[in-house]
Every structure is written in C-alpha cells, then in structure tokens.
C-alpha cells in the first residue's frame, strides 16, 4: 500500500497476536479460571503530504483494525479498507474546509454504537460498580431509577452470545477473575438507568455478583497481571429504527424544515456536506464533532441496520458492542474550521527514493 501512494511519505504497519490462558490456584486444585481472549489488532500509521489548494499540507492518520484470531481471514477486509481510506484521505486535502454556521441535524454513520456506550456510561463509569458503600458509589445509586439516555434504547450484557454474523466476539467467555459465570445484565432500559457490573463483591444497588471482574491485558514488560471490572459483551436495542436510506432521507427533511439548504454526514472517512435538494455530497476537511451526553437524550433516530465494535476499558480487558451502525442527531454545531499551516516535506519514504 505505502508502496501505491507517492504522497505517502511515511508509514508503520504493527501487528499485534496475544493469546493467552489465565489460571487460578486454589485450595481445590488449578483450574482455568478464564481464557484470555486471542485479540489480534493490526495498526498503520502514515503521513501524507500533498500540495493543497490552501498550500503543502502534511497530516498523520492512522487506521486500526481488531478481531479475534479465529477471524484473521479478515484482515483482508482490513486491507481493501486501507486501501480506500488512504485514497480517501488524500482527496480530501484538495478538499475545502467547511467555513459554514451550522447547529442542526448531524447523521452520523460508523461507530455509533461506540458512542453511545461511552457517552452513557461515562467511559463505563457510571456501570461499573468498584467502591461498595463510597461516596463515589452513592453519586452513582442516586442516578438509578432515572433517565439518563433517550428513551428509544436498552443496554444489557449478553453472556450467551459468543458468535456475530458467523465471527467470533471478542470478550466472551465463560467465568471471570472469581471464577464466577457472567450473568444477564440490563443496563439501561427504555432510556431509564437499572443496573450496574460487579465481581464478588457486592455494591450499593449491586447486592448479587454479575461475574464481571476481568482480568486485564497482561503487561508486555514485566508480566503484571490485574482484574478490573469490565463487561463481555454489550447490545445495544433500540424500540424504534430506520432503514439508513429513510434516515438520510430524514437527514434531509429536518435540515430543510431548519432553513438550511444542506446537512452534514459524519463517516469514518470525512466529512461530507449533502444537498437537501438532490441529495448530491461533497467531502469536506473533517472538523472535530463531538456529541455529548445531553444530545443521546433526544436522539431523532437509530438504524436498523447493526453493527459489532471492539472497545477496551481502562487499558483492561476488551469487549464488544453490538448495536445499531447509524444515529441521527439534532442541534449538532459543525464548527468552522481553519485552514492548516504550510508544511514542509518530511524525508521521503525509501520506497519512493530513486
């Protein structure tokens, strides 16, 4: 790939294979207490340097990539993908910025689920139950009960699903750092906060464990070995979704309804500004969106279609979320953007070097 793009200037591919089985002592013998899950995550980050219309621009990226082992084969995916982001990110330097005024609906396509995971929960926060009987433990119990995300989802631990689509998840298994089973969690309901994630020790709301206390990511240094607590595996249920063709649809209806003669699609790749009236997109220099917690209050839609993420915790112990792809939000503030600075050309990359 580096080999394909003469804008590419520099690169690093690192690949990434832990397979590893944790045991536990006790009294009664050695037993596996839980397999640590076989993770391979493949890594490339690049420069690219290319003369743009606001002068030499040299930006750094990097595209990421984790599955089980068992789904290796497709790394292939990966690789097509690669192919077509770096291809993507270098037309976007020719690419204007968005100096526009814009607060209203924002879709937003990939990773969503991972969004709402972590606005919700805080980074995982607010769900996990560390402190029994702290202070920390009681601003939290006082949440329960209460809304704390829009009504239209649920959030629950699902320890009996060990496949999606036909591929392996990442962060099943089958007994925790205790040696308990993990157990069905519902985390939210309908938008309304019920429960949280423990290991033996009981909490304040928490009074039965949930066989959450994980073992971390072995340090690659010196071999130290931690538990935390931490989830398996997460869906993510919506009571109301939309196909994504209805949701781009709708995108468009509510810019328009606004007064606005565009919207905006947020994808992994770029930025893209949609014509209300044709639907036609133009990429755009990607600015810095973030939703916060407020908007996942009053989320406009949720598609059907769903997707799975790898999300780790703390640098602890990796987990899946299996939810929908897409979310479509309202009063998103699309801030203008800045043309960057003229950069000079790095060394160049000894695969292009006559």
């Known amino acids: 790939i580096a080999n394909e ?10 690949i990434t294979l832990r397979q590893a089985d944790i045991y536990r002592l006790t009294s009664e013998g050695v037993r596996v207490a839980q397999p640590q899950d076989d993770v391979v995550t493949i890594v490339f980050d690049f420069h690219l340097y290319r003369k743009a219309n606001v002068g030499d621009v040299n930006s750094e990226h990097e595209k990421k990539y984790s599955t089980a082992s068992e789904a290796l084969a497709d790394s292939a995916q990966f690789i097509r993908q ?21 607060v209203g609906p924002v879709l937003l396509e990939n990773g969503a689920s991972r969004r709402i995971y972590n606005l919700t929960g805080s980074g995982n926060y607010i769900f996990r139950a560390r402190h029994p ?37 990442v962060g099943y298994y089958t007994a925790d750092a ?19 994630l423990c290991g033996a020790t009981p909490a304040l709301g928490t009074p039965a464990p949930t066989g959450n206390l994980r073992f971390n990511n072995p340090n690659t240094w010196n071999g130290a070995l931690a538990a935390s607590t931490a989830p398996g ?27 606005y003669d565009h919207a905006y699609i947020v994808r992994k790749d770029a930025l893209y500004c949609v014509n209300v009236k044709d639907g036609s997109e133009k990429p755009l220099r990607k600015p810095n969106i973030n939703p916060t917690l ?36 309202n009063d998103v503030e699309v801030p203008t953007t800045t043309p960057e600075q003229p950069a000079k050309i790095p060394l160049t990359f000894p695969l292009h070097r006559k």
């Open 5 to 14: 793009f003469p804008e590419l200037t520099d690169s690093r591919a690192e």
């Open 82 to 102: 690669l192919r077509q982001y770096v291809g993507n990110r270098l037309s976007t330097l020719r690419d204007s910025i968005a100096e526009d005024y814009y």
């Open 133 to 169: 009987f702290t202070e920390s433990d009681r601003s939290i119990f006082v949440r329960r009960d209460r809304k704390i995300v829009d009504e239209k989802i649920s959030i629950r631990q699902d320890p009996t699903l060990r496949q999606w689509e036909g591929k392996p998840l």
């Open 178 to 196: 205790n040696g308990q089973a993990p157990q069905a969690v519902t985390l939210v309901e309908h938008g309304i906060f019920r429960g949280q």
């Open 233 to 259: 595996v997460i869906r993510i249920e919506s009571s109301k979704t939309l196909p994504l063709k209805k949701m781009r649809k709708k995108l468009l209806r509510d810019a328009q309804r606004e007064g």
């Open 294 to 329: 407020n908007m996942m209050r009053h989320i406009s839609a949720l598609s059907t279609e769903q997707t799975d993420v790898v999300n780790s915790e703390d640098n602890g112990a990796r987990f899946s979320i299996i939810g929908p792809k897409a979310m479509l939000l």
